[in-house]
């Protein structure tokens, strides 16, 4: 099976084609123009491979939660790569893709929160788990908010860690949550969220393109970016 995924909802810009354990990618860390590379990314790493999308079994990408004009352009290319090539699509969360990163790096880890800058003195968070194969599980639900509303899971024990750049916006954050460890530095690549897509692909659980959308979860997220 063959995923090709793509990302573009932080300053991280992003692709890779994950197939049978090998991984071909491309990445790039810019504030702006994302829309400017992500499409030579995706025929690079085609050119790569030597395929097109006819050889792609499935499309995945970073729904969200991010910046809106980066999860609304992932959303746009992966539905119209996928209505193109008649790809059925794999969503994949942006904070989950942030905590396997976090996960892959440290062996220890059981839990990690998920922390990423949501701007206007607020986060996009959400909790978890190590999954039973090693890849990264949602524990409870997203959210966007300020850091004092964050909590953990009651039944967490053991290293649990935090994950993203809002630790770096919020430094004390750590501290405050008692966790074992941080790593402020990751963001959200393709080469992680097609891990997360494979056994969703795998599983058939996959939608059309038409059905592809995005997780902004500020409700009024479109109403503040036009003002």
């Known amino acids: ?11 991280a810009c992003s692709t890779a084609l994950l197939s049978d354990g090998h991984t071909i990618t491309r990445e790039l860390e810019t504030e702006r123009g994302h829309a400017e590379h992500i499409l030579a990314m995706i ?14 079994d499935a499309l995945a990408f970073g729904r969200g939660p991010g910046a809106f004009t ?14 193109g090539a008649e790809l059925p699509v794999v969503p994949v969360s942006d ?32 909790c978890f788990d190590r999954g039973a194969t090693g890849l990264a599980s949602l524990s409870g639900a997203e959210h966007v ?39 402020d530095g990751l963001l959200p690549r393709a080469v992680e969220i097609a891990r997360l897509a494979w056994p969703e692909a795998l599983a058939g659980r996959t939608c059309a393109a038409a059905e592809a959308i995005p997780v902004y979860l500020r409700d009024d997220v479109t109403r503040t970016s036009r003002n």
Not at 43 to 56: M, S, T
Not at 146 to 169: E, H, K, N, S
Request: net charge neutral.
């Open 145 to 183: 908010s300020g850091m004092d509303a964050i909590t953990l899971p009651q039944a967490w024990r053991g290293y649990v860690g935090g994950a993203g750049r809002g630790f770096r916006v919020y430094p004390q954050l750590g501290a405050m949550l008692n966790l074992s460890g941080v790593w």
């Open 43 to 56: 025929d690079a790493v085609l050119l790569e491979a030597g395929i097109d999308l006819k050889g792609i």
């Open 70 to 83: 980066g999860v609304r352009l992932a959303t746009s290319v992966a539905q119209g790569l996928a209505f």
């Open 95 to 126: 904070l989950g893709a942030v905590a396997q990163r976090a996960f892959d790096l440290e062996t220890r880890l059981e839990h990690v929160l998920v922390c990423n800058d949501a701007r206007m003195q607020e986060l996009y968070w959400a």
């Open 1 to 11: 099976m063959r995923i090709l995924a793509l990302d573009t909802a932080t300053p």
